[in-house]
């Protein structure tokens, strides 16, 4: 497992920008499927975005072409662009890292996939 801290959350208007960031301690974080999971109020936690070792990028339909998820294997970081901001979007937001190196690229989506969590960072949009 990897210590993750997210960053960045808050409160934000309709249409706005967020930039969430996921600081993570290990060093095999290159070889680490990366993911963002979201929990609204009364609901679930869902996935968002993942981005694996290889460059792979998936992210659900919902936050397509709004979100983007990047990488900095340098700086051992992955960051959650969050352009055009709905009040849908108002959840807890978690990073994760998978279990194991060089995941492949399947069960991504499921959270059985990753064995390390941070703590969660608000994301509110509202007017």
């Known amino acids: 497992q990897v210590h993750l801290v997210e960053s960045g959350g808050g409160l934000v208007q309709p249409g706005d920008s967020l930039r969430l960031s996921c600081a993570t301690s290990?060093?095999?974080?290159?070889?680490?499927?990366m993911a963002w999971f979201r929990q609204a109020p009364g609901k679930e936690r869902e996935f968002v975005a993942a981005?694996?070792?290889?460059?792979?990028?998936y992210s659900v339909d919902s936050v397509r072409g709004r979100f983007t998820i990047v990488r900095d294997n340098a700086k051992n970081t992955v960051y959650l662009q969050m352009d055009s901001l709905k009040p849908d979007d108002t959840a807890v937001y978690y990073c994760?890292?998978?279990?194991?190196?060089?995941?492949?690229?399947?069960?991504?989506?499921?959270?059985?996939?990753?064995?390390?969590w941070g703590q969660g960072t608000q994301v509110t949009v509202s007017a």
């Open positions: 994760a890292a998978s279990r194991g190196d060089y995941r492949v690229w399947i069960h991504y989506q499921q959270e059985a996939e990753y064995d390390s």
């Open positions: 290990g060093r095999t974080f290159s070889s680490k499927t």
């Open positions: 981005i694996n070792w290889q460059g792979n990028i």
